[in-house]
């Protein structure tokens, strides 16, 4: 199931040094061309202080918006960027796609504790989101639920982490 998940850069997707709001939206649907027909994409985006997770299955033009802060769905240029991607998307295979994307809020994620760690969250839902077999993940955090992530799950993300990016030191 794991071929079924793509992984877009953020740097390609944010605020800042991402280009202007087209340029995005046209990187975002080359990168959907790339992928494989059925494929969901994991899109990290900073707003510029805050990150968040959109997960995108372009060929069904459905969006799982996911805010560790809980708050509701994104709207304003994030919103339309990943909107006109999906349209660009469809144009270039001549499908001609819905008038209006679906957006889902995952309202049942877990909330994030503390206010500097939304980083780690989102590369706990992303990891979540690939070791779920069945890619039950949505149907799970579809409603308000009692999803927690401990202290000590966090701080998982962030050892492997820290221990993913200490391999490049030592070579």
Not at 61 to 85: A, Q, Y
């Amino acid at each position: 199931m794991l071929h079924m998940i793509a992984f877009i850069d953020p740097a390609q997707t944010g605020v800042l040094g991402c280009g202007n709001p087209t340029e995005r939206a046209r990187s975002l649907s080359a990168c959907y061309a790339k992928g494989k027909s059925g494929q969901i994409f994991l899109v990290p985006y900073n707003s510029g202080c805050h990150w968040m997770l959109t997960v995108v299955n372009p060929a069904e033009e459905v969006v799982h918006f996911m805010d560790p802060l809980k708050r509701r769905l994104v709207t304003g240029e994030w919103k339309t960027i990943v909107d006109n991607s999906i349209k660009i998307y469809n144009a270039q295979k001549t499908k001609k796609g819905r008038k209006i994307v679906t957006w889902k809020n995952c309202a049942g994620i877990p909330e994030q504790q503390g206010d500097k760690t939304c980083g780690f969250w989102i590369m706990h839902y992303m990891k979540d989101i690939v070791e779920d077999k069945n890619q039950e993940w949505s149907a799970k955090w579809d409603r308000k639920g009692s999803n927690m992530y401990t202290q000590d799950d966090i701080d998982e993300v962030r050892a492997e982490w820290a221990q993913y990016v200490a391999q490049f030191q030592e070579s």
